[in-house]
């Protein structure tokens, strides 16, 4: 992958000076363009050999590009609040939004290769790593995401020299570091590990830019002419004609002969006596405030989704989930249409600004499962996009889990007869009357597409680290009791173990 | 202040039961009102002493409002992200938006209290906690924000009986950790330092409720017949007719005779030679360079400010000033119309989310002195609005400095002549056209309002801990040089002292 980028390519001066007024007037009108559609973001990576001028690079693009919407981040140690959550967090919170161009060095590339050429980490976490970046990418490229990634490179001579004369200069001398010196003893090593890591992250949507790194004038140009290409081609499509996933549709489902779906497979008149059911939550509430404050949560988090009908209870079994929680501990997270700094960003950006640190939990009410129900069901994205989606939240839900988060995912089922019982009686109580609008009328007309999707939902979505509990919620004592069963089941099997 | 709450309030369970349906419903429909109309944001502050049931009325709250629009909010040990920025940016970053209810406990009046009451800070420190706790609140209540902020108090006696009784109960028992017991031993000192810092930040607009904490129905009554009375009067009233601050209109300087100020004052035919200039950039930009590689700079932050007319040089100064920075320092923030989320929120909040870490530099294209310039000028707040703004920027910067950011703030200026030239040259050199629009024609017309107000700004916010560097920039190599001089030899006497 790197022999063309060993050949030493050049730009003269004068070929350079010539190419650039046209070039920078090209940039900048895509650029323009880019702002005012706001129909994708663009995300450079940065990454490559020490000293083959990423930084310049990077300098002349800022300065070629309307500064005022370039967003370069360089992401170094991790704070407390990012090593308190999935390693991919903290390259989420700095996205660009559509109609922005981001520029990240070291990106999610730099620790697994750093840790591997150390041998701090094995063989196979590195293909984990590389698995958990071929998702996140085609996910982001899938979102419209204008991915281009560069790699920066110079041969094992060229990167001695190169660090050498940088270190000459009085005014550069300070860009080697003693790691940069480190990391070219093991030139070799980066490299092999390097080339196994581009080959397979090399993708139709996202291909590595492997690019000369020994002359300047070369390489900016390189980069530049790449970007702008890329950008003028992206922006000349139509809408929506972009390289979109060439992902197989997920398979969904087929309804079989006798109807049977694990929704209509419910008991639903599972029920339990007002007596028992105060005996059972009070211990349960007690069992689960116990587990919150064990020392052991402190290394864990809490993450529960609370999908269902309407009027299945949701609300009322959050709060018995609450209350047995430290005010301090928790916060319900409830799902309504995104704001603009959201629509401006790929679907799960909005959960994962919501994922609690360690000894935290987080209760959603409702989720990122609504693109794959309301949406799918409403016809609010498009049928890729709910497809692709149950391979991405079940991606989140990985790097949740791995992350040390316990999820517990709860479908609250009540029958057709009994949501109608429950709209009725919210319209005759006065303080319950705000719970109930017209949308929720029309969405019951739609209960058999409803059911499909759940059905679908839970065959895609329930997996060993992140399962679904469906629980039939007709009667709700039984339901609250259930819930914080799950709950308290799944936090000891964590934390006590 | 805690006379009355000592006396020991009860409420009837047979009351309680009679009033609650009432005031359930007129609660939720006060915040479906709030949330619909997305005028103003609430906030509760939950202080008190220990065991006086601020956790239960929060519940209580939680369970009569709709918890899908509260957020509750408990601030404890700070992070490091946290940490490295001022002290009320970790209140900032959680303010609820405006429709919704924020409840915070340990709020920012916990550390001043507490630390003053173990002898860790002194009184004068507990005076400047008050002050800049009062300059805060009342920047929130300007901005519509209702805030409530309720004192939980219990009687020393009826302190040591409740968290007697919690102890005894297994269910309860975790709620009392030996930090409640330590601090009980001091009851009077609490007592004392808490009634001192309610008496002096109990203002009209945002008065202290004090809540007899000794029995949990009449604590939650009162809480929520307060929060229900505040809600339905702010939302009767119309609006903009809310409790508008009754500070007297900033002085904002008057022209003279002459029409001599800080700007006609500037001698606009300063210059500097290519030659010079390019050695003195030279030497500049590697000064900075090194000042940005001191490793006391790791425990500051660098803010720089660039105003001035269209076409004064701003983002070519910046460039010059970026190009001496490692691009994994620095982030320049272009500040254009504010977001969905951004207008949900006081002023100020787009601003606070900006502010870098230790060790990192923020550079604003333009800043928070829009609401005196531009908004000003073409009246897109009102009137009081931008007045009280140059009150809340010192504040705001006064925070900035204290927790070592150094201050930079240019004013880059042209004379009228100047900028027509440029204006003309963008017009006629491609790859710049994107730089001019209608807007800043029309802007031009408004030269003699742009001036006034920005002698005011300059009279009102350049201060000794955020001086204003007002630059003739007719000449750009001049203005480049001088900015880069001001950021080297403020980051000097900051870091090298």
New interface residues.
């Given amino acids: 992958m790197f022999e063309d980028a060993e050949l030493g390519h050049t730009l003269s001066k004068e070929d350079f000076d010539k190419q650039l ?1 046209a070039l ?2 090209r ?3 895509a ?2 363009k880019l702002l005012e559609a706001k129909r994708f973001p663009v995300l450079l990576l940065i990454n490559g050999v020490d000293g083959a001028g990423k ?1 310049e690079t ?2 002349a693009l ?2 070629w590009l ?9 992401f ?1 140690a991790t ?3 990012e090593r308190e959550r999935p390693a991919l967090w903290r390259f989420w919170r700095e996205l660009p939004p559509k109609g922005k161009v981001g520029i990240f ?2 990106n999610w590339y730099t620790a697994p290769i750093v840790r591997r050429v150390l041998g701090e980490s094995r063989k196979v976490e590195l293909e984990q790593s590389i698995s958990t970046i071929e998702h996140f990418e085609r996910m982001l490229t899938d979102e419209g995401v204008l991915l281009l990634k560069f790699w920066f490179h110079l041969s094992k001579k060229s990167q001695k020299k190169r660090l050498e004369a940088l270190s000459r200069s ?2 550069t001398r ?1 860009r080697v570091t003693p790691q940069d010196w480190e990391n070219a003893s093991r030139y070799d090593d980066f490299r092999a590990v390097s080339e196994r890591v581009l080959r397979e992250t090399s993708t139709g949507s996202a291909p590595w830019i492997v690019v000369d790194g020994s002359d300047e004038r070369y390489r900016s140009m390189a980069v530049a002419r790449t970007l702008l290409d890329a950008l003028e081609r992206r922006l000349a499509a139509p809408p929506g004609e972009h390289e979109r996933s060439q992902a197989k549709p997920a398979p969904v489902s087929i309804r079989d002969d006798k109807g049977l779906n694990v929704l209509r497979a419910l008991d639903m008149t599972r029920k339990l006596e007002k007596k028992k059911y105060e005996e059972k939550l ?1 211990a349960l509430q ?1 069992r689960l ?2 587990l919150s ?1 064990n020392p052991a949560f402190s290394q864990r988090s809490l993450i529960c989704v609370f999908e269902g009908p309407d009027a299945a209870g949701k ?1 009322g079994a ?2 018995r989930v ?2 047995s929680l ?4 928790y ?2 997270i ?1 799902v ?1 249409a995104p ?3 959201e629509r401006a960003q790929p679907y799960l950006w909005r959960f994962w600004r919501h994922v609690p ?1 360690n000894g935290r939990a987080a209760i959603f ?1 409702r989720s990122w499962y609504g693109r794959v129900l309301v949406e799918r069901v409403e016809g609010f994205c498009r049928d890729e996009d709910w497809r692709r989606a149950y391979a991405e939240i079940n991606d989140f839900e990985e790097q949740l889990a791995q992350s040390g988060a316990v999820l517990c995912k709860f479908w609250l089922h009540v029958s057709e007869d009994e949501q109608l019982k429950r709209f009725e009686d919210r319209k005759n109580t ?2 319950k009357q ?2 109930i609008t017209d949308e929720d009328w029309r969405n019951r007309e739609k209960w058999p597409l409803y059911e499909q999707a759940t059905c679908d939902m839970i065959d895609q979505c329930s997996t060993e680290i992140a399962p679904w509990t469906v629980i039939p919620a007709n009667d709700k004592h039984f339901a609250r009791v259930a819930v914080l069963e799950t709950i308290v089941s799944r936090l000891a099997a964590s934390i006590e173990k």
Same sequence: chains 1, 2.
Avoid: C
């Fill in positions: 007024p920078r007037e940039l900048l009108q650029q323009t930084g990077v300098n800022h300065e309307d500064p005022r919407h370039v967003q370069s981040m360089a170094g704070s407390d609040e060095f070291g009085k005014r300070w009070d007690a405030n116990q404050r609300g959050i709060r609450t209350r430290d005010a301090r501990q916060r319900v409830p309504a704001t603009e700094e640190r009410d006065g303080f705000y719970k």
